[in-house]
């Protein structure tokens, strides 16, 4: 796809010198962007490239944009759709805001909604407003890039539209109708639900090779790559996702995995990345369900306390059962970055129109943030001398450590500002991009979870 938008963008420089121009010709405008706190524009990329190359204005407010900064774009562009993209459930938020936003100033703009933290029952939900209206302009969920050509099709003509928002609405009373007839939702049982749960007994806790923060000196990336997730590189950001496995097989042998070797090393030739690192170990002890994290100088005196939600049914876990009620523990932090230079190259490229380059590194450097928060992991692990090789990497954000601000708690911990050259927007979200930290237990039964209720069905 985005090798024929750059055939696309070439041919038609090269026909435009023949061709009278009609710049305002467009088939709609609409206003694009990734919401308030979140970073993850993946997937807004590819709908701006889809629907620019089928001949739409779209106005990338690009990430971590504020509701009214899509509002006043819209007023002032006359915009025909705002589309809003979410990935994480807690940004998933700001879509019903920017709904009841635009209800509340009058607008008749219809919202189109995607990301992987969203779904049908969500977009529906979210056209219905405050008192109980539905949104008059309709919100239209798309599961990718092409359904929301298909939404800017039938919006951009009014009989069209009309028909389209008219489905919408009815297909969300269906919905409320067929919620109502269910009944209540089932009551959780917050005796069982506030219980912690049975935890074996406590394991002897590991000795730290040091306490407080530490900053990695120099990390060689020939020891980073060979971590990256395969899988998730080429099926998530280089794109084999949704295409058939005899296909995914060739396209691997044949395109990906050669691609890969040779960017690694025009990677480390140009030295595209750079690899910063801090990671920490501290005392800590379970209070009140709570984690209190003290300083390593002083361990009388709490630096701050993280407090997780536990599970309503299943084991019901909380992070915080990882840890010993009874005497002072160990907790660790880590954070990493890929460095700045990464989102640099990949914006100059797609100035230049060299999308699939700018998209392989660009998928290239999260798939390495991300191999460097396993090889900093592994290095911890060795260090702490956990021998069960068990323990666990909790990113908040994640199902069962959802909340954003935590971030703000490890780089205070890590000192990450100073020791990294990373820091927080006021969404709690890491600058530069290609970075990720996190809490790490090590606790042999530490596992991952999903918590009912945080994630929208
Ligand atoms: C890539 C990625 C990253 C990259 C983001 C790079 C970027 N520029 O986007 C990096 C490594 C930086 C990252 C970081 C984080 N991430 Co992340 N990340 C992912 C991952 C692996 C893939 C997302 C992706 O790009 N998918 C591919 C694209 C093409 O799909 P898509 O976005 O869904 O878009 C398609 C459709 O949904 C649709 N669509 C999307 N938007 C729109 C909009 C419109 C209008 C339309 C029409 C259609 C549409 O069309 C698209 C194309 O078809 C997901 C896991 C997953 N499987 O989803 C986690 C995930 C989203 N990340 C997660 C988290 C928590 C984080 C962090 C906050 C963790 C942390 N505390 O460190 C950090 C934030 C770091 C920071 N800088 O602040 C969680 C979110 C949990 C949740 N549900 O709330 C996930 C789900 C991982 C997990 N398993 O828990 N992440």
Redesign the pocket.
Known sequence: MLQSAEVMKKSVAYLEKFMDRNDTYTKGTIV?G?VYGD??????N??KTILTNNGYTVHDLG?QVPVQNFIAKAKETNADAI??????????KQMPYCVQELDKHGLKIPV??????INGRFGKKACVLEDGRFYGSGVFY???????LD?MNDLVIPAKRAERIERNHKEVRTLLDLEAGRGPAPEVNTAASSAPRAVNPAPPIPVPPFCGNQTVASIDLREVFPLIDKK?LFR??W?G?GKSAKDVVNIIKEEFEPLLLKMEAEALQEKWFQPRAVYGFFPCQVRDSQLVVFDPEDPKKERCRFDWPRQPDAERLCLVDYWDPDRLDVVGFQCVTVGAKATELCDALNAKGEYSKSYYL?GLA??T??AMAEWLHRRFKAEFGMQHGGGKRY?????AC?D?A??AKIFDLLDAEKAIACS??SA???????????IVAHHPEAKYYNIKGL?LK
């Open positions: 694009l990734t970073v993850h524009d993946i997937g807004k590819l709908v990430k589309g809003l993209s979410a990935l994480l459930v807690s940004t998933s189109i909604i995607g990301g992987a933290a798309c599961t990718d890039a092409f359904t929301g939404a998730s998530l950001s794109g996702h660009h999260v798939e943030a991300e990113s908040p954000g994640y199902p959802p954003l935590d971030n927080l927007t709690f979200q890491i600058v530069p991009e290609q970075s990720t930290c996190a994630v």
